[in-house]
Every structure is written in structure tokens, then in C-alpha cells.
């Protein structure tokens, strides 16, 4: 079983759509919580950063993290084409950048 | 706005070559990394660096090497390229203790014929 779980997609919705990205994990000690951002063709950018539990909101992403079930969320409201990435979750028990471990990344196609 | 700029964006190669990927940053971080990526298996570390002249390996260390000379700059060496070897690599940097501080830059497309 791989260390962080997440559904490759491709995701393909319409314009306007409320999305729904998820990352499973198997390490409870996982306590730093990361969504990235990765155009085609591009390097990854950081999206969203939580620690521990809870949510964060930033525009129209929503962060959670659920760490009894050890899953987390990125939701993305009115999506736009420009969302249209792939999008990478990754955690870590620590805030070292050595140890974070990433999902394969889901992608994700906004349609007009 | 650059922040982390690498030396080549696609790079065909031949094996038994020996290759050289190049890394800068402009932040000023201390730590900087090498990750390949491949479908399906998410980014993996291959080598990363705490100070200049220090590397510590990653989760994939083998068949590469890296040299930190200067702080803003971290290289990546295939000593001998093979073809299990042809992937995406990225770099990054981060300040230490900052989790949200890691920067990428846009990746080489590494092809080893």
C-alpha cells in the first residue's frame, strides 16, 4: 500500500462546478499538509499549506483535513479553465522538505 | 519573478552519457532538491542539500549524483545515463522549518535514448 493515495483522474467537469480533489493516507504522525498545482508543461506551485486538523480558505479553494479518517480534501468553487491542472497533494510528519511525501496528482479538466 | 530557473526544459541523451542538470535559485534558501517524476508514482526525491557542499540522499539515490557549490546553485548528475532513466526531473528550494516555502522550477524533460 503506497503512502498517499490519490486518484489519477482525469477529472473532467464543467465551468461553474464545485470540484472535489481527495488524497487518502496511511501515516498517522502526517501532521503538514500541502496542495500543489501543476500545469502542463510547468513545475508545481504551491496551492494550499495546512497543519494538523481542520479547514483553510483561500479564495475559491478550500482546504481539509480529516485526520481520524486520514484524508484530505481540495475543493475548488466556480471553477474555471484556468483550473484545468493537475493538481498534488503532499504531507509530511514534519516540516522538512526531505521528508514530504506526494500523491501522483489528479488531473483536472475544467470544460467551457 | 523568477525564483527557481533550471538549465534545460527537454534534453535528449544518449546511454553511457553523462549528464548534467543545473538548478538556480534567486530566494537566498538553504535547502534545495532534486525529484523525478514519473505517471503514477508522484514526485520522489532523489537528492537534497542543507548548506553548500552538504547532500544528504533522498529516497532514490541511485545512479545519480549532486554537486552544491554555491548556495543558489544545485546540480544533478547521471554519471552514466540509462534508459530507466528518462523522466521529468524538477528542482526546488525551501527555507528550512518553512513547509510552505518550497518553490519548483519548470522541470527538464530528460529523454535517454
Known amino acids: 500500500q503506497k503512502e498517499v493515495e490519490q486518484d489519477p483522474g482525469p477529472l473532467s467537469v464543467p465551468e461553474g462546478a464545485i470540484v472535489s480533489l481527495n488524497c487518502t493516507y496511511s501515516?498517522?504522525?502526517?501532521?503538514?499538509f500541502m496542495w500543489y498545482r501543476q500545469y502542463s508543461r510547468k513545475g508545481p506551485e504551491l496551492l494550499m499549506y495546512?497543519?494538523?486538523?481542520g479547514n483553510k480558505e483561500d479564495g475559491r479553494f478550500t482546504a481539509q483535513v480529516d485526520k481520524s479518517s486520514k484524508y484530505i480534501s481540495l475543493f475548488i468553487r466556480d471553477s474555471q479553465p484556468s483550473d484545468s491542472a493537475t493538481y498534488l497533494c503532499?504531507?509530511?510528519?514534519?516540516?522538512?522538505?526531505?521528508?514530504?511525501?506526494f500523491g501522483p496528482g489528479t488531473r483536472l479538466s475544467v470544460l467551457p | 519573478d523568477v525564483k527557481v530557473t533550471q538549465s534545460s526544459r527537454y534534453l535528449v541523451k544518449r546511454t553511457g552519457e553523462k549528464v548534467f542538470l543545473e538548478c538556480v535559485q534567486d530566494?537566498?534558501?538553504?535547502?534545495m532538491f532534486w525529484y523525478r517524476q514519473d505517471p503514477g508514482l508522484g514526485l520522489r526525491l532523489i537528492y537534497f542539500?542543507?548548506?553548500?557542499?552538504?547532500?544528504e540522499k533522498g529516497d532514490i539515490p541511485e545512479g545519480y549524483s549532486v554537486s552544491r557549490e554555491k548556495k543558489e546553485r544545485f546540480s544533478l548528475i547521471l554519471e552514466s545515463a540509462s534508459t530507466n532513466q528518462t523522466s521529468m526531473y524538477l528542482c526546488?528550494?525551501?527555507?528550512?522549518?518553512?513547509?510552505?516555502?518550497?518553490?519548483f522550477g519548470p522541470g527538464t524533460r530528460l529523454t535517454v535514448l
Open positions: 526546488a528550494s525551501k527555507e528550512p522549518g518553512k513547509a510552505d516555502t518550497q518553490y
Open positions: 501515516n498517522s504522525a502526517f501532521q503538514y
Open positions: 495546512t497543519y494538523s486538523s
Open positions: 503532499a504531507m509530511s510528519e514534519d516540516n522538512y522538505g526531505q521528508n514530504f511525501v
Open positions: 530566494m537566498d534558501h538553504e535547502n
Open positions: 542539500s542543507y548548506d553548500v557542499k552538504m547532500k
